[in-house]
């Protein structure tokens, strides 16, 4: 595998590549860590295109600590002022499996629960991008609405040795609509009542039907999985599942049934990165 992880020094960074370092890299792969920089670090030091000595101890350090035998390490700075845009080429260049980023920098206030450069690089990358919060990947969620996308994230799944026995919940979320507001005719309300029952148990057993074929793949392909059926708003019901589980790590498409094709990251894939409790990796479709 050929992966790319963003460095910055941050905390949330720091995090990115520990868990680069946990996970079980086939034999042979290349981990590069990058880390972007401006022109104005590199002013000190014109002539030798490199920033400080504190930024290259710092990278230095990162990459200590995933190097390991059978896998290439690489480390390098990239001058820009554009940090997620830079890492997507970044990526375009290495053509990487896999980029993982650390949900929140330097420049994104406590509050904010998923930084900026994350979200740009998860919309525009050319490759799945694992948005990391926890150190580790033994619990994971499975996030399957049917779509080519969630087709495509349970492919990974099943084929990356990186998640080779580990634990995996499937989750398959129907939405379905409510009934009418009040000041309705209470007939009228009656009988929406009666079809949303009616839709709940055809959606039921539609996703759970779903749920179970995709955690009867994953079992084949080596893991242990089981499968889950739940109604409600999927952003919701994803992150809620994944708090009861403990999940470490939620695996979802980037775009779901329901989102056009202009719009680069689905609206659920966006709110279950906003308020996951634990590392995102998005996987875009074929």
Known sequence: MRVLVAFDGSPSAHVAVELA?????????????AQVLPETAFADVPNTGRPGEEAESGLER???RVRREGL??????????????????EARRLNADLLIVGHRGHGAIATVFLGSVARDVTENAPCPVLVARR?????????????????????TLATWPIFLG??????????????LPAGVNVAVRAEARVAQHDDEAVARVAHGRLASVAAEDLVIAGLHASA????????EEI?????????DLI????????????????????????????????VRGT
């Open 21 to 33: 370092r946990t996970l079980a890299w086939p034999t042979g792969s290349l981990v590069r860590i």
């Open 251 to 282: 695996v979802l498409g980037r775009r779901g049934r329901g989102t056009v094709a202009r719009v680069l990251l689905g609206s659920v894939a966006r709110a279950v990165l906003l308020s996951a409790p634990c590392s995102v990796l998005v």
């Open 135 to 155: 150190a580790g990947c033994h619990r994971i969620l499975l996030a399957d609405d049917g779509s080519e996308s969630a087709f495509t994230a349970r492919r």
């Open 72 to 89: 290439t390490v690489e480390r390098d700075f990239v001058r820009s002022d554009a940090p997620a845009e830079a890492l997507v080429d």
């Open 239 to 247: 992150v809620a599942a994944a708090r009861e589980m403990d999940a």
């Open 228 to 235: 889950d059926t739940r109604i409600g708003d999927p952003a």
């Open 166 to 179: 580990r634990a995996v919940k499937v989750v398959s979320v129907a939405q379905v609509f409510q009934p």
């Open 62 to 64: 990162a990459a200590g």
